[in-house]
T-cell receptor, first 119, second 113 residues
């Protein structure tokens, strides 16, 4: 029944490793997102992705890459992990609001988060 | 770009009313959201405003003034379980014909007996 599910919930790994976080949504939404929440609890957009385009926050290092096998999944792959990557990563999904679409209350539904600790 | 400002922390007494303010600057405004986030949990949707005025939903109300770039979340009859962070989020134009939700840094509300 979980609308947006992400795994693992906790991830502890060493610097320099490569890791992936998986996300799946069963809401039929066409857009998915990755957010990073740092130690000060600031929730910052990393990527938004639908089946047509990827929008990347320019501050995200290219060590981070989203991978989407289909519209219900958006995984986050991280290369060469650094200490500063330690944070909680949230996946979210929504219906895409476009310039030609009507204004709607398309809020975001969030996954439960993955707490990444790099040691 | 987008800029969202809200107080870092607030404290209020159980049973009281508290108002959490949010000011924003954005291009292509397309709605303002309030989310609640308990420690260690995901943000959950509380309210949505796109037109000026007050939206009421039980003990929670949210107000929007687009001309002033201002919103507030009003919580009535505070309960201990309302202790959480409250995130103001603005949907603005992100380019490429679509919109994106940007969050403020959140207001940590502590409800005391």
């Amino acid at each position: 029944d979980t609308a947006v599910s992400q795994t693992p919930k906790y991830l502890v790994t060493q610097m320099g490793n490569d890791k992936s976080i998986k996300c799946e949504q069963n809401l039929g939404h066409d857009t998915m997102y990755w957010y990073k929440q740092d130690s000060k609890k600031f929730l910052k957009i990393m990527f938004s992705y639908n089946n047509k385009e990827l929008i990347i926050n320019e501050t995200v290092p290219n060590r981070f890459s989203p991978k989407s096998p289909d519209k219900a999944h958006l995984n986050l792959h991280i290369n060469s992990l650094e200490l500063g990557d330690s944070a909680v990563y949230f996946c979210a999904s929504s219906q895409r609001v476009t310039l030609t679409g009507s204004t709607t209350s398309y809020g975001y539904t969030f996954g439960s988060g993955t707490r990444l600790t790099v040691v | 770009g987008q800029n969202i400002d809200q107080p870092t922390e607030m404290t209020a007494t159980e049973g009281a009313i508290v108002q959490i303010n949010c000011t924003y600057q954005t291009s292509g405004f397309n709605g303002l959201f309030w989310y609640q986030q308990h420690a260690g949990e995901a943000p959950t949707f509380l309210s949505y405003n796109v037109l000026d005025g007050l939206e009421e939903k039980g003990r929670f109300s949210s107000f929007l003034s687009r001309s002033k770039g201002y919103s507030y979340l009003l919580l009535k009859e505070l309960q201990m379980k309302d202790s959480a962070s409250y995130l103001c989020a603005v949907r603005g134009y992100s380019g490429a014909g679509s919109y994106q939700l940007t969050f403020g840094k959140g207001t940590k509300l502590s409800v005391i007996p």
